[in-house]
Nanobody, 126 residues
Framework: QVQLVESGGGLVQPGGSLRLSCAPIGFNWDRYAVGWFRQPPGKAREGITC??????????YYADSVKVRFTLSSDNSKNIVSLQMTKVEFEGSAVYHCAALRRWASPPRDTDTDHWGTGTLVIVSP
């Protein structure tokens, strides 16, 4: 069975930090770019970051809405991609999905997705 599993969502205060992780089951990242998307309640999905590969030296894109505050990284020993979120804002409340993408793009496109995670909920609240 092939799937992506996200973890690390939850409640965080404005200005706080949270780390999301994404692990593939049944495949590894070698052939893929990796992206993170988020969808706030009642709003459109946004591609917020994307890295062209997890093996090193990849190109990383960040949306203006998260640039400087969010960092995408990979741990190849664990086959995990993480999204470190700092200085989170109220607008950051959303369901966050990771995706295995056929190609890197800026911003990442969900039409390039081969595998889509089930999502993890982040709620930003005092």
């Amino acid at each position: 069975q092939v799937q992506l599993v996200e973890s690390g969502g939850g409640l965080v205060q404005p200005g706080g930090s949270l780390r999301l992780s994404c692990a593939p089951i049944g495949f590894n990242w070698d052939r893929y770019a990796v992206g993170w998307f988020r969808q706030p309640p009642g709003k459109a999905r946004e591609g917020i970051t994307c890295i062209s590969n997890t093996t090193g030296g990849g190109t990383t894109y960040y949306a203006d809405s998260v640039k400087v505050r969010f960092t995408l990284s990979s741990d190849n020993s664990k086959n995990i991609v993480s999204l470190q979120m700092t200085k989170v804002e109220f607008e950051g409340s959303a369901v966050y999905h990771c995706a295995a993408l056929r190609r890197w793009a800026s911003p990442p496109r969900d039409t390039d997705t081969d595998h889509w995670g089930t999502g993890t909920l982040v709620i930003v609240s005092p």
